[in-house]
């Protein structure tokens, strides 16, 4: 079609290749593909095809501004547009004339399908279960472009609720299920915007130990508006009235009632329409009845739930104990499930602050500006030689800073920011912020030390950094003072060098320095360099079930597995399931934070484990590294080694190891864990598998109690049943759903396991009804072809989602390499990759690693979807915002 889009596309395309060694190298095919296999053909042209995978849970905007976009208006309730939830949603609204000023030709884009007459509104309808979370996220200047967020009754169009303000990032909780409208607004001049709903994070919460309280006590709240007959009496009146007495508490505040001993509880429940007690009727002796009964906390908990009931209370609890522990409050915690999945919490109990150890993160530099970098970063370096790569005017430099890996404002990765963050981003413990993320190793530093820039980076910038953080002479002429010993490589490509294994091989013996890499994205079995050389901890990856991840590359290599992420899937409906942490954004100078997937993001999970072993113990050697993973010392098996080496990364067992017993048993003491940490089917999943564990000492006693499904509406619509369990009932489970006796709506329900420790209950969600909009769609697509080197157009496709895919072929096609990228158009600026626009690359969006094209090449996949950043902080100086530019 008319729309060939290549001018600054094909610089972007180039530049955010920012993970090849060496931008001609990688030879591997994506998922599914059929690699270098030997073809029938004997030259050129060659075919180039396969399809992009839409990101769970995406759905797209029905009246957008791109005139090439299916269209259907959604302006009004009456045409309100259905979707599923959960979702992410990428749309666009705009007031009449409003539209962007930039385009490929320098001035203002012709006007699109909704520029003169205006989207002013975008309804939607679909039915959202309680405590659910509608985030919207703007992608334009929140002031001059301002969107705001409603939710309307789908009985009368009332408002019920609004979040309107001028940030970028407008959110609403619902308190009732039911069905709605959500409406994005308008208000001011136009923008993209990414609309999720879905539900709130559970984090690490929903897998602490059973919360210990003191038995036979009750914090209790009245009512403020109360009848004269309760109003009147006193704290200890009302306390007597139950059975109960009082220990501290005013009636106008928190009262703490009491019956503590075995006589005082029969009272209570007798008062309270309980009946006897059971403790009491097995006492016969009469002294007994006024001891503390340590086996009270059951009774405990009735008179709390009958205490609810009573008339004027507003509320009663229990009184929990509260101890002093290693979990973070930083705000997007929750949605950190993969430091949740290596059983960080519990092994941040054990760690301290102020720890000297240094972790080199040898990438595309870093924002140290970025407000989770405070006091985290120690002075790196910038190796990059070419000026040409290096995209800041010079070679060999003492700044760090990353510049951006694409010569296209606003397409930039800032990979190396996502992974330091990953390594060691501030958190609220050891006197850290609350904003943002947690890093694995927020007690110790980074060195940022800069190698990736337009086009990759060289074997031989590479070797140079690793010189420099051995504190040896290296080409750059400096020297840091001192050894970083633990070497974070979230990089890679096919092709060894000699040199660089020599390298590896003496800094590793002479220096006791640990290389951790990224084994690739390409779901090959083709070994990844550096990952693949003697002495170097090759890193798989796996999603939010403890399976390998799509894209992860496999094979003899495979030294151990970390969570990577997997954005085709939104297992537990908050999202989608890729690994948080802080990012860049340069169209407007902001820090914020958002997903990204692939083995390089696994890898800093291992590196950040390393470093706390080290913080704990300096002496560990790479050595100590390799005996720990060959006996499973560090590592949860998770069974074929080819997949994941040694196992999933296990910081509880890594950080004990270190210990050698001498901080005690705080960690190692058993408790039942289960990932994911929740369930949501939407309209179309039908099973899902749970992995049940013990997330303490594997050595310690802990079994499955039993395990059961509670439907909120009483319908037994989901099985629960073991798969593939050992004689503790720990293993793999499966959640099977059956919608063939439900009517339309959405139903909610809870899976508790108990154990001999804990209970673990997961919040499920469920959707029944129509799905004929549930598959997962992303929208209009443009699927490009080009060559990083001469930024020429080898092709364009353009495609809409069939059953969540998008097939795409390219025919006629020369040898040589090519980068291939995909997007949206939303807003119609001639621009693809906008913020708030779909987007996707091969073989994953942050790590493009460039095609060789020798021979056909078929079955290539990679993932589009929205990204939808959140957190957005410390705003600096506004420039374009735009991606990969179109004719």
Known sequence: MGRERWTDALRSAAALAAIALAVGAACSSGGGGDGNQPVLFEGPPWDVSGSMIAAASSAIDSDTNDFFAPFASNDSAASAQEIPNPVSLGGHVNVPGAKPTDSPSGGPPPDGRTTGPGDVADWFRLSIAANQIIRLVIAEDGTTNNLDLELRSVVDESLIAESATN????????????????????????????????????????????????????????????????????????????????????????????????????????????????????????????????TSAEETVQMVEALRSQPGVRSADLNYLRQPTATPTDALYPFQWHLDQINLPQAWDVIVDGSTEVVAVVDSGIKAGHPDFSGQLVAGYDFISNVDIANDGDGCDADPDDPGDSTSPGASSYHGTHVAGTVAARTSLGGGNSDGVAGVAWNVSVQPLRVLGVGGGTDFDIMQALLYAANRPNACGVTPGSVSRIINLSLGGPGSSQAFQDLITDLRNVEGMIFIAAAGNENSSQPSFPAAYDGVVSVSAVGPTKTRAPYSNFGSTIDVTAPGGDMTRDVDGDGPDGVMSTLYDESDGSFFYDFYQGT????????????????????????????????????????????????????????????????????LDPFLRVDPDGLSYGFLADVFQLSVANGGNDAAALSIVSFSFTSDDGAPWLTLAPVNVDGDGLGTYSATVDRSALADGIYTGTIEFVSTENTVNLPVLL???????????????????????????????????????????????EDGSYVLIAGTDSDGDFFICDPGEACGAFPTRDTIVPLEVADDRRGLEFVTGFSGGVGTANAGESSPRRGFARD
């Open 167 to 294: 940030s970028r990032t407008e959110e609403l909780t619902v308190l009732t299920t039911d069905e709605y409208y959500v409406v994005v607004v308008a208000t001011s001049g136009f923008s993209n915007y990414n609309l999720t709903i879905g539900n709130a994070p559970t984090g690490a919460s929903q897998l602490a130990r059973e919360p210990e309280f003191v038995p036979g006590e009750a914090i209790v709240v009245y009512e403020d508006d109360l009848a004269p007959a309760i109003g009147t009496k006193s704290a200890a009146e009302r306390a007597a009235g139950f059975g109960m007495r009082l220990v501290a508490g005013a009636p106008d505040g928190p009262m703490l009632f009491s019956a503590r001993t075995v006589s005082e509880r029969a009272k209570a429940f007798r008062a309270l329409g309980l009946g006897d007690a059971p403790s009491h009727a097995v006492k016969s002796d009469a002294s007994a009845t006024d001891a503390v009964d340590a």
């Open 600 to 667: 390089s993001m696994a890898t800093p999970h291992v590196a950040g484990v390393v470093a706390l072993m080290r913080s704990i113990e300096p002496a560990i050697t790479p050595f100590d590294i390799d005996n720990a993973l060959n006996g499973g010392d560090i590592t949860e098996d998770l069974g074929n080694p080819t997949l994941y080496g040694a196992g999933l990364i296990d910081a509880v067992k890594a950080v004990n190891l270190a210990a050698g017993g001498d901080l005690g048993s705080t960690v």
């Open 767 to 813: 959707n029944v009804g129509d799905p004929i909009d549930a598959t997962a769609n992303a929208g209009h697509h443009f699927v490009l072809l080009v060559d990083p080197f001469t930024f020429a157009s080898a092709g364009q496709n353009e495609v809409d989602a069939t059953g969540g895919q998008y097939p795409f072929a390219f025919s006629g096609i």
